[in-house]
């Protein structure tokens, strides 16, 4: 099914209602989304959730056929967070703008896959606004943040989890994800997660396989920087052995040696690390906002920090 203006704006008209106060958004202060999607750990797991979302050939060549990812890597990194920490942190007019402002974009979106792909024949068409793309992104976001977390900062209980999942339909409601085609609980989630991880519904296309060398800084010139290759390795270790194979990725006894001792080490420094340089700028903006205060220059300064490492990453 294709998301229809009017159907957003139905799924707009539940997110309001359920909001108690509109300057903290959807989500607001005390509640479980803002305490976890505020740690910076969480973007250890952004290459993760871009793969298991390129897998998707949907995803694939819409990006592929009208993105302008390979020319302005930096430029769509930017963009695309700038929507969703509005979505995330913003108030509740800024949520509401951003998701308009993605689906009217989403709507000029729409092609043809051009090749056969998994149980996708050539011809098959896509878009941006289909329904069960969208709800693949979206739970790639929603399992990948607690993946994250507890690979930086240890387990979650099992209570943290289901409310973080719960708070997750309200950010699904932004792209008129209906409540009844989401599972009711995280178990119900998580459980069909992996069934879809090992579903042929996901299958690596050559534009996702290219895209993929492409983030982590493989520009095919030998100039690739160790924090790209770093978070390939990161990202490797956090896909399902079916897609690794299908990327392409190594994962021999060399990366799982390194994967083990790199993450062991990020975890143990991130803990030391000042919360003030641990949340994210867009939560220390938002908290500042529901206290009347105005923008941190703080904020904006690690801001620039957080897209100077995405650059590094990419080789861009």
């Known amino acids: 099914m294709i998301v229809s203006r009017a159907d957003l704006e139905q799924s707009l008209a539940r997110v309001t209602a359920a909001v108690r106060d509109p300057r903290g958004g959807i989500h607001g202060r005390g509640s479980t989304a803002w305490r976890l999607q505020r740690e910076a750990a969480v973007f250890l797991g952004g290459g993760r959730a871009v793969l298991l979302q390129l897998a998707h050939p949907f995803v694939a060549y ?176 956090l896909l399902p052995e079916r897609l690794r194979q299908q990327y392409g990725l190594a994962w021999g006894l060399r990366e799982r040696a390194a994967f083990t001792a790199s993450v062991g080490a990020f975890s143990a420094a991130y803990r030391l690390i000042p919360r003030r340089l641990r949340v994210v700028p867009a939560y220390v903006d938002a908290e500042r906002r529901i206290a009347g205060r105005g923008p941190s220059a703080f904020a904006r300064f690690m801001e620039r920090r957080l897209f100077a490492l995405a650059s590094l990453a990419t080789g861009t």
Request: charged share 20%.
């Open 62 to 237: 819409a990006i592929d056929q009208h993105s302008k990812t390979r020319s302005d890597v930096l430029g769509r990194f930017q963009r695309t967070f700038a929507n969703v920490f509005a979505m995330s942190f913003g108030d509740l007019d800024q949520a509401l703008t951003a998701a308009r402002r993605v689906h009217a974009v989403h709507t000029r979106i729409t092609g043809t896959i051009p090749d056969d792909v998994g149980p996708y024949p050539a011809g098959t068409t896509y878009a941006a606004n289909d329904t069960d793309a969208q709800r693949w992104v979206h739970a790639t976001l929603v399992h990948g943040a607690v993946q994250s977390y507890e690979l930086v900062l240890g387990t979650l209980p099992a209570a943290v989890k289901e409310a973080y999942y719960q708070d997750g339909k309200q950010f699904a409601r932004l792209f008129a994800i209906r409540e009844d085609a989401m599972p009711p609980t995280w178990a119900a989630f998580d459980l069909e997660f992996e069934r879809t991880l090992a579903s042929p519904m996901l299958t690596v296309s050559e534009p996702a396989r290219a895209m993929s060398r492409f983030l982590f800084g493989d520009h095919g010139d030998g100039k690739r920087g160790a924090v790209g290759r770093w978070l390939e390795l990161v990202t490797t270790g």
